[in-house]
């Protein structure tokens, strides 16, 4: 019974110190934008909690899926192969790089990202294959869905720091942070001045489908 009445304490804790954060990402046409990392920067001392999740990045009909995750710091990612061919996954993206060996069939691999940044995947085996892992040293991010819009939640109401990433997005681009001052909700709208690249098709397919 204690226990319940404690949990119920910090549920009411967090309910009454949460934030809510509506982030819209739109084009520079004033379109929205699908599939945009969204991330909430906070500053704390020492390291987050560990992730309570792990990811998958599949690999289906010699494509990674999806095209690209949105991971905490410290997460397990599963490499599972779905093909029936063997795949070669690797990344050259330093401090995050790594080597799988050749596997195909039901041989599930994790790695464990435990820096932030930008993970770019290949495969030696299938040149066409690629794909992204945004590692982010937050507990609070998120993607857009179809209207450009991703909805955030976080514990700490004072200002923060929210970021936008896509491999979309030129690296050179600006207007990727925006600082929220303090309140329990917000809204902001990230206008992407310059010309995005094109999107990859199957994740516009996948998000139209979750759509319905």
Same mark, same amino acid.
């Given at each position: 019974?204690?226990?319940? !009445? =404690?949990?119920?304490?910090?549920? =009411?804790?967090f309910?009454?110190? &949460? &934030?809510e954060?509506?982030v819209?990402v *739109?084009?520079?046409?004033?379109? /929205?934008? $699908? ?11 020492? $390291? ?9 990045m =599949?690999?289906?009909?010699?494509? +990674?899926?999806?095209? +690209? ?11 599972? #192969?779905?093909?029936?061919?063997a795949?070669?996954?690797?990344? +050259?993206? #330093? ?11 039901d %041989?599930q691999?994790?790695?464990? +990202? ?6 770019? *995947? ?7 294959? *690629? &794909? ?16 450009? @819009?991703?909805? !955030?939640?976080t514990?700490?109401p004072n ?5 936008i ?6 690296? #050179?681009?600006e #207007?990727l942070?925006?600082t929220? @001052? ?11 001045t310059?010309?995005l690249?094109? /999107?990859?098709?199957?994740d %516009?397919?996948? *998000? ?5």
């Open positions: 019974m204690r226990m319940l !009445l =404690a949990v119920a304490l910090l549920l =009411a804790m309910s009454l110190n &949460a &934030a954060i509506e819209t *739109l084009d520079r046409d004033g379109e /929205p934008v $699908p599939n945009i990392a969204v991330y909430v920067q906070l500053d704390h001392d020492g $390291p987050l909690p560990a992730p309570t999740d792990s990811a998958v =599949a690999q289906i009909d010699t494509r +990674f899926v999806p095209h +690209f995750l949105v991971v905490q710091t410290g997460t397990q990612v599963e490499f599972s #192969n779905s093909d029936v061919v795949h070669h996954v690797y990344s +050259f993206s #330093n401090p995050n790089n790594f080597m799988l060996p050749l596997y195909k069939g %041989l691999t994790q790695i464990e +990202f435990d820096h932030d940044g930008v993970v770019t *995947l290949g495969c030696n085996i299938h040149d066409h294959m *690629l &794909a992204y892992i945004l590692v982010v040293d937050s507990r609070v991010f998120g993607k857009t869905n179809i209207e450009g @819009k991703a909805q !955030l939640t514990d700490n200002g923060l720091t929210v970021n990433w896509s491999p979309r997005i030129e690296l #050179n681009h #207007n942070i925006q929220v @001052k303090a309140g329990r909700s917000a809204q902001i709208t990230f206008l992407l310059e010309k690249r094109a /999107p990859y098709s199957d %516009l397919e996948a *998000l139209s489908w979750n759509q319905h």
